[in-house]
């Protein structure tokens, strides 16, 4: 079956420092959808791509999506305590575009 | 707009009992989803609903049933509660044709002993 994977699993680093997670689907996907959950919170929609190649930022988040439409990554620029959180990547299963394959998260501390 | 809300927030069960956990959502959404989440597993799909009066099976649906009765509403009932249900439990709600993602409840953290 369709699965999603993220790396790294766990990422620690000091704040100031960038920060990278990255989105492997077993499928083609026709978008790919990131969330945040702060701990202890709820995922929070951050944005959805939809085109081979196309790149998104929001303030120092950038987001990309890969050229074969099966893999994506989250780039964090100068990370803040206020990143602190599991950043989630989701694309449509292929036999219902209703609902989403979630990856497993990739959990990110940040060290002030 | 309250968004989309979930009670209760908490709640401890015995193993055997039975309970409702309900999700509502003011945003007029037509696609409703119960999800489960486990720690190191992300988040699985248990039951979900493309409107009013429609229910259909995700990935880790025994044990659980579910209604959509009102369109505003999303109920999940546990049966008969097991160890293996302890989980937080996160409701969400989407707008059809629109690149919004889906909008998530507060969650409800089970406990079953």
């Known amino acids: 079956g369709q699965q999603v994977m993220q790396i790294p699993q766990y990422q620690h680093v000091q704040e100031g420092e960038d920060f990278t997670t990255y989105c492997n689907s077993s499928?083609?996907?026709?978008?790919i959808q990131w969330y945040k959950q702060r701990p202890g919170g709820h995922p929070v929609f951050l944005i959805q791509?939809?085109?081979?190649?196309e790149v998104k930022k929001q303030k120092r988040l950038t987001f990309q999506f890969g050229e074969a439409k099966k893999n994506s990554s989250l780039h964090i620029t100068a990370t803040q305590t206020t990143d602190v959180g599991t950043y989630f990547c989701?694309?449509?299963?292929?036999?219902?575009?209703?609902?989403?394959?979630f990856g497993e998260g990739t959990q990110l501390t940040v060290n002030p | 707009n309250a968004g989309v809300t979930q009670t209760p927030k908490f709640r401890v069960l015995k193993t055997g009992q039975s309970m409702t956990l309900l999700c509502a959502q003011d945003?007029?959404?037509?696609?409703m989803y119960w999800y489960r989440q486990d720690p190191g597993m992300g988040l699985r799909l248990i039951h979900y609903?493309?409107?009013?009066?429609?229910?259909a099976k995700g990935e880790v649906p025994d044990g659980y049933n579910v209604s959509r009765l009102k369109k505003q509403n999303f109920l999940l009932g546990l049966e008969s509660a097991a160890p293996s249900q302890t989980s937080v439990y996160f409701c969400?709600?989407?707008?059809?044709?629109?690149?919004?993602?889906?909008?998530f409840g507060p969650g409800t953290r089970l406990t079953v002993l």
């Open positions: 945003m007029n959404h037509e696609y």
């Open positions: 609903s493309v409107g009013e009066g429609t229910t």
């Open positions: 969400a709600s989407r707008e059809t044709g629109r690149d919004l993602g889906q909008f």
């Open positions: 791509l939809v085109k081979s190649g």
């Open positions: 989701a694309g449509p299963r292929e036999t219902s575009g209703s609902r989403l394959t």
């Open positions: 499928t083609t996907l026709s978008n």
